[in-house]
């Protein structure tokens, strides 16, 4: 049924559509509106047979939902930015346990300094963690990806991560296709776990494990990821077949065939891409966009086969990698493996700082004529930056290194930041 609705509010409709038993939440800008969604449709009994539990923080939720999921039953969750990392420690054991947990992150900047804005720190910063992690493109994908995810975490029982750009994707307004509930258990077949306590045959979980066997199980997680780079072009073709579009899948090409110059990236950002390539190839440039769907595990041949004829590989990405500078590029840089071409790395849209399409086709032109450094940084302010750097320069206590720039640049600016 298609219908005008806030992306935070399409996907907690095709959670509910998924028949999750448990869904334990503590509010987070910006997934809170996914969470409330859910709570209600609990309350108001159109989402039967699940418990929606109340809990103290982002460490409590995921825990809970370790405890529902390792118990037997379909558990998920959602959270962002600080929220995550203040779950560092169950997110690592939700996947070292090979609990099949669905969680969404609203991507979100990591502080300090706070900020509530959309990049991809959170998301990347658990990217080790042994989570099967989607992003989506648009808030159609973003609905669908958390049915396909259900499908994956169960099938290989593996958590998975639905990663959707912090308010640029949860609060903006448009149209989505919800799917029927006959089509979703069509799709979703109910959940059999791989590993369930049970009381009549107690058995421990999470346990210590010393040299002997830690290695292998480690090892586990990698090797369910391996399987994952088969499942998941499989089960978004089943999706297609089933529901009728396109969603999901390891990568998607666009404009790629005869393209020169390829730029690869994640999430919501790849809409505006594809605006500016269009534009671009109007009048003769010959440059595509690859939209990394699947990030862990990382699909090394399809993006191999996908930019093994370009020229030049331009990566935008939405994190920084401090010290080094990207974190997707490096992925990128081992699928091209022994492949001669040009790649450039450039950071950008941190905290929220717009990524607009003037910027982008000023960007990929530079790219074109191989102008551009190695590392790059979009629209960074470098008048801004010499100032502090000066700053320190000339005085040993020169102060808060945010609360400087934001007096440097007064009201006005800090408005645009």
């Given amino acids: 049924m298609l219908k005008q609705t806030e992306g935070s509010h399409a996907i907690a409709e095709a959670v509910a559509l998924c028949r999750p038993e448990v869904i334990c939440a503590y509010p987070i800008t910006p997934q809170t509106h996914i969470v409330e969604g859910l709570g209600e449709m609990v309350k108001d009994?159109?989402?039967?047979?699940?418990?929606?539990?109340?809990?103290?923080?982002?460490?409590?939720?995921?825990?809970?939902?370790?405890?529902?999921?390792a118990a037997g039953a379909r558990s998920y969750t959602a959270t962002a930015s600080q929220g995550i990392l203040f779950m560092a420690e169950a997110v690592y054991n939700a996947a070292g346990l090979g609990l099949p947990i669905v969680m969404t992150i609203g991507n979100r900047a990591i502080g300090a300094p706070i900020n509530i804005w959309n990049d991809h720190s959170d998301s990347m910063s658990m990217r080790d963690a042994g989570w099967i992690q989607l992003y989506a493109e648009n808030n159609q994908e973003a609905a669908d990806l958390h049915i396909q995810a259900f499908r994956l975490a169960e099938e290989l029982s593996c958590p998975v991560m639905v990663c959707v750009d912090g308010f640029i994707l949860t609060h903006a307004y448009e149209r989505v296709d919800i799917p029927t509930q006959a089509q979703v258990d069509e799709y979703l077949p109910p959940f059999e776990p791989v590993?369930?306590?049970?009381?009549?045959?107690?058995?421990?979980?999470?346990?210590?494990?010393?040299?002997?066997?830690?290695?292998?199980?480690?090892?586990?997680?990698h090797y369910k990821?391996?399987?994952?780079?088969?499942?998941?072009?499989?089960?978004?073709?089943?999706?297609?077949?089933?529901?009728?579009?396109?969603?999901?899948?390891?990568?998607?090409?666009?404009?790629?065939?005869?393209?020169?110059?390829?730029?690869?990236?994640?999430?919501?950002?790849?809409g505006t891409i594809k605006d500016v390539v269009d534009e671009m190839r109007a009048v003769g440039h010959r440059i595509g966009v690859l939209t990394l769907c699947s990030f862990r595990p990382f699909p090394l041949t399809a993006v191999r086969t996908a930019l093994i004829k370009a020229k030049r590989v331009v990566v935008l990405e939405?994190?920084?990698?401090?010290?080094?500078?990207?974190?997707?590029?490096?992925?990128?840089?081992?699928?091209?493996?022994?492949?001669?071409?040009?790649?450039?790395?450039?950071?950008?849209?941190?905290?929220?700082?717009?990524?607009?399409?003037?910027?982008?086709?000023?960007?990929?032109?530079?790219?074109?004529?191989?102008?551009?450094?190695?590392?790059?940084?979009?629209?960074?302010?470098?008048?801004?930056?010499?100032?502090?750097?000066?700053?320190?320069?000339?005085?040993?206590?020169?102060?808060?290194?945010?609360?400087?720039?934001?007096?440097?640049?007064?009201?006005?600016?800090?408005r645009i930041g």
């Fill in 45 to 69: 009994g159109s989402l039967t047979g699940c418990e929606f539990i109340n809990v103290e923080s982002e460490f409590a939720a995921l825990s809970v939902a370790i405890g529902s999921s």
């Fill in 195 to 221: 590993q369930q306590l049970d009381c009549d045959d107690p058995v421990s979980i999470g346990a210590m494990v010393g040299p002997e066997a830690f290695f292998e199980v480690r090892y586990l997680q």
């Fill in 225 to 270: 990821q391996q399987r994952a780079l088969e499942l998941i072009p499989h089960f978004a073709e089943e999706f297609k077949n089933l529901f009728g579009r396109e969603a999901g899948g390891l990568v998607r090409a666009y404009q790629c065939d005869d393209a020169e110059t390829i730029v690869v990236a994640l999430g919501s950002v790849n």
């Fill in 318 to 414: 939405k994190s920084l990698a401090v010290g080094i500078g990207g974190v997707v590029s490096d992925g990128v840089r081992k699928a091209l493996s022994g492949v001669v071409l040009r790649g450039y790395t450039v950071i950008a849209g941190l905290g929220g700082r717009a990524i607009t399409g003037k910027s982008l086709r000023a960007l990929f032109e530079k790219a074109e004529r191989d102008e551009l450094e190695m590392l790059s940084f979009l629209d960074l302010n470098w008048d801004v930056v010499e100032r502090e750097l000066e700053r320190g320069r000339q005085q040993r206590r020169s102060g808060p290194t945010a609360e400087n720039i934001l007096r440097d640049l007064g009201p006005a600016g800090a």
